[in-house]
């Protein structure tokens, strides 16, 4: 488990090496990076800013709602899709050596943006209302939820995400309105959610109940995968280490909840480990999936 961090901590750096799948960086150092214009030299109308300046935007419009400093999370960027720019025909450029960041065009990006302080739940944890930003080679998305703040687990209930792609597409300014919108009232909105955590953990879950839902779920990977159908609520993968953190419960508590139930479920489904495009739908249905499972109406 990792607790959230702040984006001020991380210090800006003037060249990035991926040894690991994703970097957390901060947002200076994301200024820093190539733009899109210098790339392409034009931006697409589902992503018509950059990417610094969009987390700018939205910063500032939480900060304007909340009349307080909000909190960037560190800025995950996906190593596989960030292309180092070229300067020589004759150049050799060797992955396993740092980027100059003026020369890397970040495609691929995930953070957050939290109020000061959260919620605290009637068991002790820390929910904070949080916007969760994606911004890929396909477009923009956000999604409004909590996050778990002792293991900055995302949980996104209901239908409070929106997305410049993909079916249920949104223009770039309805998308900006219904941010806006959602912004004005994000403390009703996390006050429900916050209700639907209440009572998940309220629910204890016997080992049987949780083994025929664990069973459930991961029959529908296998024959999602089967069919090669992207319907899946987890995929095999994400079951088996959902399995491995109910397990670490199970041995290390005396309850177990619909709520420890659900947080094993996310405590992989990070930009850290997960696909960065399909990580906020894959939280969306799982949350939606269990919810209706315990019968808690969000």
């Not at 931006?43 to 009349?67: C, G």
């Not at 209302?129 to 998305?141: A, D, F, L, M, Q």
């Not at 089967?226 to 319907?231: A, G, N």
């Not at 280490?241 to 659900?262: G, L, V």
Request: contains cysteine; hydrophobic residues 35%.
């Amino acid at each position: 488990m990792s607790i959230i961090r702040n984006n001020n901590s991380i210090e800006t750096v003037s060249e990035i090496l991926f040894n690991e799948p994703t970097a957390a960086i901060n947002l200076e150092t994301l200024k820093n990076s190539a733009t899109h214009l210098l790339v392409s030299g034009s931006m697409s109308a589902a992503r018509p800013v950059q990417h610094y300046d969009f987390l700018t935007w939205l910063k500032q419009s939480y900060e304007d709602a909340i009349n307080d400093e909000a909190v960037l999370a560190p800025i995950h960027v996906s190593g596989r899709h960030a292309k180092r720019i070229r300067i020589d025909n004759n150049e050799i450029i060797n992955p396993k050596d740092p980027c100059p960041i003026q020369r890397l065009n970040i495609n691929r990006l995930v953070t957050t943006i939290q109020p000061p302080s959260g919620i605290v739940t009637s068991f002790g944890e820390t929910l904070m209302p949080s916007i969760s930003v994606g911004y890929n080679e396909k477009g923009i998305e956000v999604a409004i939820g909590l996050q778990a703040w002792s293991c900055a687990n995302m949980n996104i209930f209901g239908k409070t995400r929106y997305a410049t792609y993909g079916a249920d597409k949104v223009s770039f300014d309805e998308l900006k309105t219904l941010i806006l919108n959602q912004i004005n009232v994000i403390s009703s909105t996390s006050n429900k959610y916050h209700d639907a955590v209440e009572s998940l953990n309220d629910r204890e879950m016997n080992r049987n109940a949780q083994e025929v839902l664990t069973a459930q779920i991961f029959e529908i990977a296998v024959d999602n995968n089967m069919r090669k159908k992207k319907e899946a609520i987890l995929n095999i993968s994400q079951c088996v280490k959902m399995s491995e953190e109910i397990m670490r419960k199970r041995n290390t508590q005396d309850r177990f909840t619909y709520w420890d139930f659900t947080q094993s479920g996310t405590e992989h489904l990070k930009p850290s480990e997960q696909d960065m495009i399909s990580l906020h739908p894959t939280i969306q249905n799982f949350n939606e999936w269990v919810c209706n499972k315990a019968d808690v109406l969000v």
